[in-house]
């Protein structure tokens, strides 16, 4: 079963088809057209909502049965929606303006902490869903495991499911550990059983996993749970289309370029057909004006137009990770600084950096943190981790088991003390070598701490060819 799902990953992959049937019978003449758009992953952007509310509002004028909805990680990614005063609520408002339905919490739905998740979700005028957390005593409304959502004569069912594979050891979303400590999270294949029979429970005619899991695990969700009648996920950013059980799985790559369309004719709570198609929103030109005029309003921050240094060339990731460690160190005043590939977001081009470029680059309103350790306890962390992370200050020497640190091209003792500069996720994730109790929290945000070396000490980006990325 695993290697068949595998290849079949591998060909989604490589496949780029837009259109799908299955069971091409005849349905009967009570049969409906059941048309769902969705997106995932658009990370705070928000300027192709005007154009999805145009299609969508089109669509309904000639079919009763449309519905709209989103697979998950609507914040983290764009400053107007990060760094608003209260955060996030900018994309909460579109999409409440767009016309969406439901949405499935992804991991960084979690980014900003469990008050401001609180105020979201309060916010919202579309139903959220999640059958594998517990919100406990963080405040956050606890979101139903599934919604049922009537559209004319029909009605759809979705049950929502989020990845927890965010640290190692833990059942948790790849967010900051310290922001979920009060919400208890399942593995979402230890939940499933409890909804095998949701579909005839709810007298449903459509029954969709609306997930945030990724399209690996998508696969599999659609071969072990036979009672759905469609997948429709997100997290791996991949533009998806693929049968299994007759189910369509799908979605829509990141960060708004697509709005995905699935047809389903429904006949007597069967699906005897179905077809999607990905529409390009970069290319599609007509737009809601009163949308598109709010929007306009948000994305006029000056703030974020600050010009604060100058890039010499391109740079890309791994570039920006010498650029990023260079700068904690350097402001932090440590001997050396750490930052894992994935918390860097985004490429900075030749020329003016703005405001806006540091915070595309490092989204995630992580706190600036010093930790004290001797070099065996780096040294430790980096040969039992196997942790891969960008670095400065620091090279290192592996010979068989050991490894050695090097400052300044120098050996350091085993128990010599450095410090450290470092963005407060990943000492949360490797809390067993990064104790709580030894961090000193700076009152900057690493964003916010490198907008400020730039300001003050270096306002020259030049780091091309530049790889420091270690892994042991």
């Not at 449309?66 to 760094?83: E, H, K, R, T, W």
């Amino acid at each position: 079963m695993k290697q068949y799902l595998y290849l079949l990953f591998a060909l989604v992959l490589l496949s780029c088809g837009d259109h799908t049937t299955i069971d091409p019978e005849q349905p009967s003449s009570a049969a409906d057209t059941l048309t769902i758009f969705f997106i995932n992953d658009q990370h705070g952007q928000l300027n192709h909502f005007s154009k999805i509310k145009h299609i969508v509002d089109k669509e309904k004028e000639t079919n009763e049965h449309v519905l709209l909805v989103c697979a998950g990680d609507m914040f983290s990614g764009n400053p107007i929606v990060d760094q608003y005063e209260e955060k996030g609520y900018p994309m909460i408002d579109i999409m409440n303006k767009t016309g969406f339905d439901v949405s499935v919490l992804g991991n960084h739905e979690f980014d900003y902490g469990p008050d401001h998740l609180k105020n979201r979700v309060l916010q919202a005028e579309f139903d959220w869903v999640c059958a594998n957390v517990n919100m406990k005593d963080s405040g956050v409304p606890q979101p139903d495991a599934f919604t049922t959502i009537a559209v004319a004569d029909l009605k759809v069912t979705f049950l929502g499911l989020v990845e927890t594979f965010g640290k190692p050891g833990a059942i948790i979303p790849a967010t900051h550990p310290w922001r979920v400590t009060e919400m208890q999270f399942r593995r979402h294949t230890d939940v499933l059983n409890t909804y095998r029979n949701l579909k005839e429970d709810e007298g449903s005619d459509v029954l969709i996993a609306l997930t945030h899991l990724g399209t690996q695990n998508d696969l599999e969700l659609a071969e072990i749970f036979p009672e759905l009648d469609a997948v429709i996920g997100g997290h791996s950013h991949q533009k998806v289309n693929v049968v299994i059980n007759d189910a369509p799985v799908v979605q829509a790559g990141s960060y708004l370029a697509l709005l995905g369309r699935l047809d389903l004719i429904v006949d007597k709570a069967r699906i005897t057909s179905s077809g999607v198609s990905f529409i390009d929103l970069h290319e599609y030109s007509e737009r809601d004006e009163d949308l598109s005029a709010l929007i306009a309003t948000y994305n006029n921050a000056p703030q974020f137009n600050e010009v604060i240094g100058v890039a010499l060339s391109d740079h890309d990731r791994n570039e920006l990770g010498c650029f990023y460690t260079a700068a904690l160190k350097d402001y932090l005043q440590v001997d050396m600084s750490f930052q894992n590939g994935g918390g860097i977001r985004s490429n900075i081009d030749a020329g003016d950096i703005t405001t806006m470029e540091i915070y595309n680059m490092d989204p995630f309103n992580n706190q600036s943190v010093i930790f004290t350790m001797t070099a065996q306890e780096v040294s430790d962390f980096f040969t039992e981790t196997r942790a891969g992370l960008h670095v400065s200050g620091v090279t290192f020497q592996q010979s068989g088991q050991k490894l050695t640190l090097y400052l300044d091209g120098k050996a350091i003792p085993p128990e010599e003390l450095v410090t450290i500069g470092i963005n407060d996720y990943i000492p949360a994730v490797y809390d067993q070598y990064f104790p709580l109790e030894k961090a000193e929290i700076q009152g900057l945000t690493t964003a916010e701490t490198i907008i400020e070396y730039l300001k003050t000490m270096n306002s020259t980006l030049d780091d091309e060819g530049c790889n420091r990325y270690f892994q042991y």
